[in-house]
């Protein structure tokens, strides 16, 4: 089975500094995509950010950024100048068997400090 | 708003009573997808489909149905709900694994 895996199940930083969110998975494929989904206490899913594997280059949308290691296949999210608004549950997610499945990890309870 | 809409929003059933999810999408997606969540386990597939008329099982399926009879509906149903199955439960469509969107989740309580 595919996997993947959040080591860190709560991390908390002062506001408008940056935090490192973890994530390793397993793949036997070459193309892939991979997702974070950050889920407020909405209970919303939303999207973050999208990596696609083929691509060298990693994925940045505004404040979020990642650092997608294709061989060690790591897939960290580094969220800069944290806001109050970026407290939330982050869910790092896999596609596997030709994208028809979504695999999520656990998870990492994310808490910015006034 | 276009997107996925799951109904009802908050549900409590009786152990042995059933009920049926109803997720609606309409950006004509070919996937489609049940997630139940539960704390410290993240979303954990229940089944999903990647076709109208087609259904297959995912990492939990025991104690539950599907059925996809129209393309833009995907149907979770419990026959005979247990406390286990108290959960959070969320639909979501995709696009060929490119976009995942999913639904504002089901909050279900089996007492």
């Known amino acids: 089975a595919q996997t993947v895996t959040q080591s860190q199940p709560e991390m908390s930083v002062q506001e408008a500094e940056t935090v490192t969110l973890s994530c390793t998975y397993d793949?036997?494929?070459?193309?892939?995509?991979l997702f974070w989904y950050k889920q407020p206490p909405s209970r919303q899913m939303i999207l973050v950010i999208r990596?696609?594997?083929?691509?060298?280059q990693n994925a940045t949308e505004n404040r979020f950024s990642v650092n997608f290691q294709k061989a060690a296949k790591s897939f960290s999210l580094k969220i800069s100048d944290s806001q109050l608004g970026d407290t939330a549950m982050y869910f790092c997610?896999?596609?596997?068997?030709?994208?028809?499945?979504?695999?999520f990890g656990t998870g990492t309870r994310l808490t910015i400090i006034p | 708003n276009a997107g996925v809409t799951q109904t009802p929003k908050f549900r409590v059933l009786k152990t042995g009573q059933s009920m049926t999810l109803l997720c609606a999408q309409d950006?004509?997606?070919?996937?489609m997808y049940w997630y139940r969540q539960d704390p410290g386990m993240g979303l954990r597939l229940i089944h999903y489909?990647?076709?109208?008329?087609?259904?297959a099982k995912g990492e939990v399926p025991d104690g539950y149905n599907v059925s996809r009879l129209k393309k833009q509906n995907f149907l979770l149903g419990l026959e005979s709900a247990a406390p286990s199955q108290t959960s959070v439960y969320f639909c979501?469509?995709?696009?060929?694994?490119?976009?995942?969107?999913f639904g504002s989740g089901t909050r279900l309580t089996v007492v």
């Open positions: 979501a469509s995709s696009y060929e694994g490119y976009g995942y969107t």
């Open positions: 990596q696609e594997a083929y691509k060298q």
């Open positions: 489909s990647v076709g109208e008329g087609t259904t």
């Open positions: 997610a896999h596609p596997n068997f030709g994208n028809e499945k979504l695999t």
């Open positions: 950006m004509n997606h070919e996937y």
């Open positions: 793949t036997s494929e070459n193309n892939y995509y």
